[in-house]
């Protein structure tokens, strides 16, 4: 998170010194976050809000900095991912959703058409190196949307790396915390972007550098050697005569508590005669710094967390703490979780804020997901919350899921085995098969609610248009977000069952045969972009794409060309095809609850 203006004030209290042949770990969502900043301030000028990197050139670009580190005799001996982060950060996390919300929301409203298109030559020129964290180039707007999967991206591509997969590391809390705890307990550098990292005592041999910091010895020699600008937390505490009244972290209290300057705070700890150290509030203020446990260090899931994607990792872990032992009271289990029982926070997706929201049509495929991870504790909880997007409107609370019992979740496992099945059957381009099982959701979903399908419009527009537009429109934009939307449900499909099953759990044969169905998922750099969409809309919709998915769903066929344009306003269908679809739904899911219905689920659109 950072304290502001730290990280500058501390600086000059740093040494510089060799970082060749020291051993580092590092901080490694700080990093993803660094390179990505990196990326987005190299964008051609013309381009429009959805110019992103692609998942693949960023990944490329993580391992090649870290590849020049080991060029350099810097022994890299662990990356550290987030893998749960404690209920204290629960506030922040919501303040920050909602303001990315808001964003989103005004950028709608400021760009009513769209955006621009992303030239061919984007990020074609990007020079990898050391210094690329230092972020040469124009400054980005803090309101421009962010890959929504940058962290997961990279570090699936870290994980599928020879060389660093085997040092990246998942963790059942706050990555910065692991990262303090290693260089406490071994020495050596930690490198991060987080200047909440300068009032942890790392120990007698431990030292924080910031990435921006790190430097060949000279930028115009070939010579191996790197140099970073190292800070050490006994050090400068003793150069500020702050040892003996609370060091450095004595100072950031003060800073936060009276929203005053570094050097103000630090006089103020040097005057102060109050017995501020054993004050409630400091006490809980150091408390924030500790590394706390919330998975035994035994316990058999850790085997498995380093391979999950860190949201994920999330909610397993909050569905094991739902485990109440004896000695647990209903408070402690309240501290562990947050405020609320059972929660995810879904990725930020760049998506019309107009529209439902893009994680709406792919609920059903996460209600399995959640369903069988309920297998894992003897308490099964009957819903969880997905915080999505958030709107200063409402109360600031997520959407309701409810979670269906093991019999539904078998009969829903089955009816997604089969689809997935004929699926590959109808269209057997492997690359297109996931795209088709993404516009089957939402033409299945828009059918039930009597909405025209946003995917037949597109199919439509890309049949009649006979090159790619001259810019994204939102309903392609929209569509996009949907598409991955259902993509990373699928994956947070994927990875539970696997962590069920790696946990010893016998998984139902409709359960298994549908983690087989998914073992051909694609990676997140494979995944379409809005800059892709339009051609392979124009491919599905040659294939007869359409009428597969019709025959599928047992509907008469969606007639692309007679699909209003206006795709904002639910339109009446015929009866007819109502009759088949309701017939459809009561055959398919007599032994389901009207309340767990996957359309139904999410009827209400005002916080969505």
């Not at 190299?42 to 670009?61: A, D, E, I, K």
């Not at 022994?75 to 982060?85: A, C, P």
């Not at 071994?186 to 910031?210: A, K, R, Y």
């Not at 501020?276 to 446990?293: G, H, I, Q, V």
Request: net charge neutral; charged share 20%; proline share 7%.
């Amino acid at each position: 998170m950072g304290i502001r203006g730290f990280s500058q004030a501390i600086q000059p209290y740093g040494v510089i010194s060799p970082l060749s042949g020291d051993s580092v770990v590092i901080d490694g969502p700080a990093l993803v976050h660094r390179i990505s900043e990196a990326c987005m301030r190299q964008r051609p000028s013309s381009s429009g809000f959805v110019c992103h990197p692609p998942y693949s050139l960023l990944s490329r670009m993580v391992i090649i900095w870290l590849d020049e580190l080991r060029s350099h005799d810097v022994n890299v001996r662990k990356i550290y991912f987030d893998g749960y982060l404690p209920p204290s950060k629960w506030e922040v996390r919501r303040k920050r959703l909602l303001n990315q919300s808001q964003h989103m929301k005004a950028l709608v409203s400021s760009e009513p058409f769209g955006s621009a298109t992303t030239p061919e030559s984007a990020f074609s020129d990007l020079i990898a190196d050391i210094t690329f964290t230092r972020l040469i180039g124009r400054t980005t707007s803090n309101t421009l949307p962010k890959p929504p999967f940058m962290v997961p991206a990279v570090l699936e591509a870290l994980k599928n790396s020879e060389d660093w997969g085997p040092l990246v590391v998942v963790v059942p809390g706050e990555a910065d915390m692991f990262c303090a705890q290693d260089i406490r307990e071994n020495g050596g550098t930690l490198l991060t972007s987080d200047s909440d990292l300068l009032i942890q005592d790392l120990g007698p041999e431990g030292n924080v550098s910031f990435f921006w910091d790190v430097v060949p010895v000279d930028p115009t020699s070939k010579q191996p050697g790197m140099m970073a600008c190292k800070m050490s937390f006994h050090d400068i505490n003793e150069r500020l005569g702050l040892t003996n009244i609370g060091g450095l972290p004595r100072v950031a209290f003060e800073k936060q508590k009276g929203g005053m300057g570094f050097n103000t705070a630090l006089q103020k700890a040097r005057d102060s005669r109050k017995d501020t150290l054993n004050s409630l509030e400091y006490l809980t203020f150091l408390e924030e710094l500790e590394l706390k446990e919330y998975i035994p260090a035994h316990h058999p899931v850790l085997s498995i967390l380093s391979s999950l994607d860190p949201r994920i990792s999330e909610v397993v872990i909050q569905t094991l703490l739902l485990e109440k032992g004896p000695e647990s009271s209903a408070l402690d289990a309240k501290k562990l979780r947050g405020p609320e029982t059972l929660s995810i926070f879904l990725p930020i997706l760049v998506e019309n804020r107009d529209k439902r929201s893009a994680w709406t049509v792919s609920t059903n495929v996460r209600q399995i997901a959640y369903s069988v991870l309920q297998e894992l504790v003897h308490q099964r909880s009957g819903m969880i919350i997905e915080y999505r997007t958030l709107d200063s409107s409402t109360a600031l609370t997520g959407r309701q899921v409810e979670i269906p019992d093991l019999e539904e979740t078998i009969a829903n496992c089955t009816q997604q085995v089969a689809t997935l099945k004929k699926l590959a059957k109808s269209v057997p381009s492997l690359d297109m098969q996931w795209l088709a099982f993404a516009i089957y959701q939402d033409v299945e979903w828009s059918s039930l609610e009597q909405r025209s399908p946003l995917s037949a419009i597109l199919v439509n527009k890309s049949l009649n248009q006979p090159k790619n537009p001259d810019e994204y429109s939102w309903d392609l934009i929209h569509f996009t977000a949907q598409v991955q939307a259902c993509l990373y449900s699928l994956r947070i499909e994927k990875q539970i069952l696997d962590v069920v099953l790696s946990m010893g759990r016998d998984l139902p044969v409709p359960v298994q045969q549908l983690r087989d169905c998914l073992e051909s998922l694609p990676l997140i750099a494979e995944w379409p972009t809005v800059e892709r969409m339009f051609n392979l809309l124009s491919k599905f919709g040659n294939a007869q794409g359409l009428t597969k998915i019709a025959n599928i769903l047992g509907i008469p066929s969606v007639k692309v060309e007679e699909v209003a344009m206006d795709s904002t306003e639910p339109k009446k269908r015929q009866k007819k095809d109502q009759q088949l679809l309701s017939s459809k739904r009561h055959q398919r899911d007599a032994k389901t609850s009207p309340s767990i219905n996957p359309f139904a689920v999410l009827s209400q659109a005002s916080q969505d």
